[in-house]
């Protein structure tokens, strides 16, 4: 299926490393690269408005399939007017497929080669989910990106349950894109394989035959440890193609972001920033911040002094204050600030890179965070 509406451009690559400077152009909105895109599980991104979402500078947001289609309903959200129009967001979407809740509601799930089914974590109802029904779900939502239905395993997991799951994500993925009928939306495709750069390759080879809109990177961030994570990064990113975007799903630690970057990764997605407002913690150059803890109490200074941000003049003491208080604004204005510290952080890094100086920028970043820059030896950047 054709779709109108669609481009993405490579405008430059650091000649010192793979981290990549994009633009992917959708029917609603031109998203610059490298990019984050805030989670809204439910058509929302949690405590936040459509304007104050793109206040904090994301161009893009993630919608969950799973959860929508149990509640309200994809027919529901069709007959408002699609997903854009049903949470009030004229900017580009993309949904996840629901392969992600294989994983997290993997006690509540069983798989077979036709579908995956599952208990609602709602009401207790028996929901099967094939690859036809989640392209289905996905169009009635209206998204502008849909992730085709993949198979993913918690790590650690035996060589035998991780060949399995990447060889059903690639029969999986010929289904989605049969199933496609919608022009005014693009897929992705995911590369599963656990840790196995042997099977990833092979799973590359096989999506790039398919001939999708942009690829992902799955399957990391469940269990891994963060160099093991890297590694897998390094050896998947040569396997997709160089003139599509790479989306890595679920990984949100910012300095896992750069790292990513720097191998050529264009997209992300995380609940970190929000869930962790949300939680009393904000993320800054000098690395998280507890707001709750006593320290706090009577500090008149920002969270980042000179932070572009509309709420930067909201001092510690009184955000402190809000969580103490049990005041919804504290996780609104925390989950708002990270959100943009992310923004902020994606848009900095698109700067580095058209300078060629990436590898820097990572390494102060990485320096600021307390992190050990040797840990770059093993990442090719």
Same mark, same amino acid.
């Given at each position: 299926?054709?779709?109108?509406?669609?481009?993405?451009?490579?405008?430059?690559?650091?000649?010192?490393?793979?981290?990549?400077?994009?633009?992917?152009?959708?029917?609603?909105?031109?998203?610059?690269?490298?990019?984050?895109?805030?989670?809204?599980?439910?058509?929302?991104?949690?405590?936040?408005?459509?304007?104050?979402?793109?206040?904090?500078?994301?161009?893009?947001?993630?919608?969950?399939?799973?959860?929508?289609?149990?509640?309200?309903?994809?027919?529901?959200?069709?007959?408002?007017?699609?997903?854009?129009?049903?949470?009030?967001?004229?900017?580009?979407?993309?949904?996840?497929?629901?392969?992600?809740?294989?994983?997290? #509601?993997?006690?509540?799930?069983?798989?077979?080669?036709?579908?995956?089914?599952?208990?609602?974590?709602?009401?207790?109802?028996?929901?099967?989910?094939?690859?036809?029904?989640?392209?289905?779900?996905?169009?009635?939502?209206?998204?502008?990106?849909?992730?085709? #239905?993949?198979?993913?395993?918690?790590?650690?997991?035996?060589?035998?349950?991780?060949?399995?799951?990447?060889?059903?994500?690639?029969?999986?993925?010929?289904?989605?894109?049969?199933?496609?009928?919608?022009?005014?939306?693009?897929?992705?495709?995911?590369?599963?394989?656990?840790?196995?750069?042997?099977?990833? /390759?092979?799973?590359?080879?096989? #999506?790039?035959?398919?001939?999708?809109?942009?690829?992902?990177?799955?399957?990391?961030?469940?269990?891994?440890?963060?160099?093991?994570?890297?590694?897998?990064?390094?050896?998947?990113?040569?396997?997709?193609?160089?003139?599509?975007?790479?989306?890595?799903?679920?990984?949100?630690?910012?300095?896992?972001?750069?790292?990513?970057?720097?191998?050529?990764?264009?997209?992300?997605?995380?609940?970190?920033?929000?869930?962790?407002?949300?939680?009393?913690?904000?993320?800054?150059?000098?690395?998280?911040?507890?707001?709750?803890?006593?320290?706090?109490?009577?500090?008149? /200074?920002?969270?980042?002094?000179?932070?572009?941000?509309?709420?930067?003049?909201?001092?510690?003491?009184?955000?402190?204050?809000?969580?103490?208080?049990?005041?919804?604004?504290?996780?609104?204005?925390?989950?708002?600030?990270?959100?943009?510290?992310?923004?902020?952080?994606?848009?900095?890094? /698109?700067?580095?890179?058209?300078?060629?100086?990436?590898?820097?920028?990572?390494?102060?970043?990485?320096?600021?965070?307390?992190?050990?820059?040797?840990?770059?030896?093993?990442?090719?950047?």
């Amino acid at each position: 299926m054709a779709s109108s509406g669609f481009h993405f451009e490579l405008l430059h690559v650091d000649r010192h490393c793979g981290a990549r400077l994009g633009k992917l152009t959708t029917p609603h909105g031109v998203i610059q690269l490298p990019t984050f895109m805030p989670v809204g599980t439910n058509g929302t991104v949690k405590g936040l408005t459509a304007p104050m979402i793109e206040q904090t500078g994301a161009e893009i947001v993630l919608g969950n399939t799973y959860h929508l289609a149990l509640r309200p309903g994809e027919k529901t959200i069709e007959q408002l007017g699609g997903l854009h129009a049903f949470m009030s967001w004229n900017r580009p979407i993309l949904t996840d497929s629901g392969g992600f809740q294989i994983f997290s #509601l993997a006690e509540k799930t069983r798989i077979s080669e036709e579908s995956a089914v599952f208990k609602s974590h709602v009401d207790g109802s028996t929901i099967e989910l094939t690859p036809e029904h989640s392209v289905k779900i996905q169009e009635s939502l209206g998204s502008d990106i849909a992730m085709v #239905l993949d198979h993913v395993v918690p790590l650690p997991a035996s060589d035998v349950q991780i060949r399995e799951a990447c060889e059903r994500t690639v029969r999986w993925a010929k289904r989605c894109r049969a199933a496609a009928s919608r022009s005014s939306q693009v897929q992705f495709g995911i590369a599963q394989g656990g840790l196995d750069v042997d099977l990833r /390759r092979w799973c590359c080879d096989r #999506l790039r035959e398919l001939d999708f809109f942009g690829y992902a990177i799955g399957g990391l961030s469940v269990g891994e440890k963060p160099q093991q994570m890297y590694a897998t990064i390094a050896a998947t990113c040569p396997h997709l193609p160089t003139e599509k975007p790479r989306y890595l799903m679920g990984v949100g630690r910012p300095q896992d972001l750069l790292i990513a970057i720097g191998m050529g990764v264009d997209m992300f997605d995380c609940v970190m920033p929000t869930r962790n407002g949300r939680n009393g913690l904000a993320f800054t150059d000098a690395g998280p911040l507890r707001i709750r803890n006593q320290i706090h109490q009577v500090d008149s /200074r920002p969270l980042i002094e000179n932070f572009d941000s509309p709420h930067s003049h909201v001092s510690r003491g009184y955000l402190r204050h809000l969580f103490m208080a049990d005041e919804m604004l504290g996780p609104i204005l925390l989950s708002f600030h990270n959100l943009r510290y992310y923004a902020q952080l994606m848009k900095s890094a /698109r700067e580095a890179i058209g300078n060629d100086c990436f590898r820097d920028f990572l390494r102060e970043k990485l320096s600021g965070w307390g992190e050990d820059s040797c840990e770059l030896a093993a990442t090719n950047v």
